[in-house]
Structures are given as structure tokens and as C-alpha cells.
């Protein structure tokens, strides 16, 4: 029973992998006080959701391990078992999307230094408590 548990767990060291990721990008992003470590912790957490979503279209150790989609009728009549194509279209745009808000957010941090002289969120906030005082 141990080995089987032990056995699957390992199989599925990708999910394990894109969640401890995941869960060490939104640390970064709730923890930290550091505008630019937000970012980056931003950025951990994207690409640990790409990896994630990459690691579902796999096809598993089936009795035939999933090929690339490339369809002709000789490959049809054999039985190959394709990977489903969609997930990697859809993570090539979100790396854009991803690439998109890293660089707004990298902006923003650089006209909040430019505002406030500093990329602490603690010493931003309370500049701004001053100033509306």
C-alpha cells in the first residue's frame, strides 16, 4: 500500500513541482514589501500556472505514451494517441499576457520611485497618509 502511495506521489512530480512553485510566487507577492520582489513573485506564480497546465495535456503511461498531434491516415489506422494540442496554445498566449503584465508592473514600480523616492510598499503608504493629512 506505502509503495503504491509512494509509487503514485512520484509519478506526479510535475504537479508537485508547479505547486510548491505556485505556493513560493504568491508568498513572494503577500509577504514581501519589496515592489520589484512582488513582481518577481508575480512572475514565479504565472509560470508555475504554465507549467501546471503544460503538465495536464500530457497523455500519461498509457499503453501507448501520447505523440505530437500531426495527423495522417497511416498514423490514424496504427492507434497512436495524440496530445491534445490546446493547452499549449493557450499557455503560448498567456506567456504573452504574462510578458505584458510583468513589463506594465516594472513601469509602475519605476514611476512610484520616481513619485515617492523609494519601492517599499510600507514607506509608499505612509508617504501617502502624510500627504492627505
Known sequence: MIEWLFGELLAKYNYWVSIILILIGFYAMIAKDNLIKKVIGLSIFQTAIFLFYISLADIGPLPKKGTAPI????????GYVYVNPLP???ILTAIVVAVATTAVALAL???LYEEYGTIEESEIIEKERE???
Open 109 to 111: 514600480v519605476i514611476r
Open 71 to 78: 495527423v495522417s491516415e497511416e498514423m490514424i489506422h496504427m
Open 131 to 133: 500627504r492627505g493629512l
Open 88 to 90: 499549449h496554445v493557450l
